[in-house]
């Protein structure tokens, strides 16, 4: 027996890839025979990690684990296969929000959506990464068994050094607000950059933005973010574009303030990165954003750039506060250890196994 993760594209460095990486090594750890099979493969990724699934029928003893982000013929594929079968499910963007930007993302999004109702009656168990994302699932009638497992992040790759060169640049007495996501609309960076000049003009000259991201594909968008920005005459705006992962732990290390203002995610990620590296967080409350918090950080429950500029300002002006919110990040982020959600998951297997007539591994 073995269980087989399937996915469309096994991106370097995205949340799905890292999550799959990470589930994978987690497996083998603890005796399981397994293997990440994909239709694309980033070639950044170390040989061997992941195989190319053209070609590759499962036995009926397999188990796969199938991550679902996206539209793609292996949604039909999954459907057809004769093993038993796992959905991980991260959520799709809502297609409109590519709406003038992307035709192909509108397509695969769109797609998806419609690909995930259809498959409702497929599988015998999902893993959604998010109580936003179960209730997605549930408001498209699955009925089958719907676990919420976060993902699994290994905080140990976090502790690398982060990149001296950007550190040693940006060594003043400036405020810096981050952002970590990719160049987006789902995202709202134009939002960020709203609050941003708002705090900038009113509060605090002596601040600057990083929004850290690839725009790759995403190109109409990121040159109306710059042209916003232009317009409302806002400088100390940094896009840093595609960056190693060094260069992300830096930003990181630069942060006083985290800002998020996306309006679609299925987890958010880099808010528990943001935890990680003590950055008090200030986000939009849409989606998965007040699962993936769980009380923690500042939540705005609308978008008043006037506000959140406020916001912006008490937090780097009331030391105790911050503090506050920074120890009660750090308590939330124990929930999302390696250890705390890896044993979820394998419990879950197991049960899935017990269940299913196997023997516990």
Request: proline residues 4%; glycine residues 6%.
């Amino acid at each position: 027996m073995r269980i087989i993760q399937v996915l469309t594209t096994m991106s370097f460095g995205d949340a799905v890839g890292n999550d799959a990486l990470a589930l994978k090594r987690l497996l083998k750890e603890h005796g399981f025979v397994t293997e990440i099979y994909a239709e694309n493969i980033d070639k950044r990724l170390p040989s061997g990690s992941v195989k190319k699934i053209s070609g590759f029928q499962p036995d009926p003893e397999d188990i796969i684990l199938y991550h679902l982000s996206t539209g793609t013929k292996l949604n039909d594929w999954v459907r057809r296969v004769k093993c038993r079968k796992i959905m991980r499910y991260h959520n799709i963007t809502p297609y409109t929000f590519f709406d003038g930007y992307s035709t192909v993302n509108m397509e695969l999004c769109q797609k998806g959506q419609e690909q995930m109702r259809m498959l409702g009656d497929t599988f015998d168990l999902v893993l959604a990464a998010s109580e936003f994302n179960k209730r997605d699932l549930e408001s498209a009638g699955y009925h089958c068994p719907i676990a919420v497992l976060p993902i699994l992040i290994p905080f140990a790759d976090y502790e690398k050094k982060p990149n001296s060169s950007i550190l040693k640049k940006y060594e003043d007495d400036l405020v810096n607000l981050v952002f970590v996501g990719r160049i987006a609309p789902n995202k709202r960076q134009e939002d960020i950059i709203h609050a941003f000049y708002l705090y900038h003009k009113y509060y605090n000259p002596g601040s600057r933005l990083f929004l850290v991201g690839s725009y790759a594909g995403m190109e109409r968008y990121y040159q109306r973010l710059l042209d916003y920005a232009k317009r409302l005459g806002t400088e100390n705006i940094t896009f840093t574009g595609h960056i190693k992962f060094d260069e992300i732990l830096a930003y990181y290390s630069l942060a006083d303030v985290f800002v998020c203002m996306s309006e679609h995610e299925g987890f958010c990620v880099p808010l528990v990165e943001a935890m990680y590296f003590g950055a008090p967080i200030l986000a939009y409350d849409s989606s998965a954003i007040k699962d993936t918090l769980g009380g923690a950080g500042l939540l705005m429950r609308d978008k008043n750039p006037m506000e959140c500029a406020a916001l912006i300002d008490y937090v780097i002006q009331h030391e105790k506060e911050r503090a506050v919110i920074v120890e009660n990040q750090r308590k939330r982020l124990e929930d999302f250890s390696y250890e705390v959600i890896g044993d979820q998951f394998l419990s879950m297997i197991q049960s899935f196994l017990r269940k299913d007539g196997k023997e516990k591994i």
